[in-house]
């Protein structure tokens, strides 16, 4: 399973820190990936980090604004976000890689609940 927290409103410009728990074996050799969906939008992807964590790749959108990172030892992924924008509002997703890592969400076979993130201006 996997547990997503650390959502909340923030304004234009501020900072967020995202955490994904993962339990049991979702995590163990697996690349894992944010995800995004604002109302009336698609699932898109935000950011991705190898098994490990020694390769990251990111949305353009998001690209300088956003960092992900990982510690294994506590099956945990993170998503530092800066500098945010009202565009960033969204329910934001972890997920795992069923096998490596990709941008589209059909790669990813478990996910977390969500957490929102509120931007506002």
């Known amino acids: 399973q996997l547990q997503a927290s650390g959502g909340g409103l923030v304004q234009a410009g501020g900072s967020l820190r995202l955490s994904c728990a993962a339990s049991g074996r979702t995590f163990s050799g697996s690349d894992m990936g944010w995800f995004r969906q604002a109302p009336g939008k698609e699932r898109e992807f935000v950011a991705a980090?190898?098994?490990?964590?020694?390769?990251?790749y990111y949305a353009d959108s998001v690209k300088g604004r956003f960092t992900i990172s990982r510690d294994n030892a506590e099956k945990t992924v993170y998503l530092q976000m800066n500098s945010l924008r009202p565009e960033d509002t969204a329910i934001y997703y972890c997920a795992r890689a069923r096998t490596n890592w990709a941008r589209s969400a059909y790669a990813y076979d478990y996910w977390g609940q969500g957490t929102l993130v509120t931007v506002s201006s």
């Open positions: 980090i190898t098994w490990l964590g020694d390769t990251s």
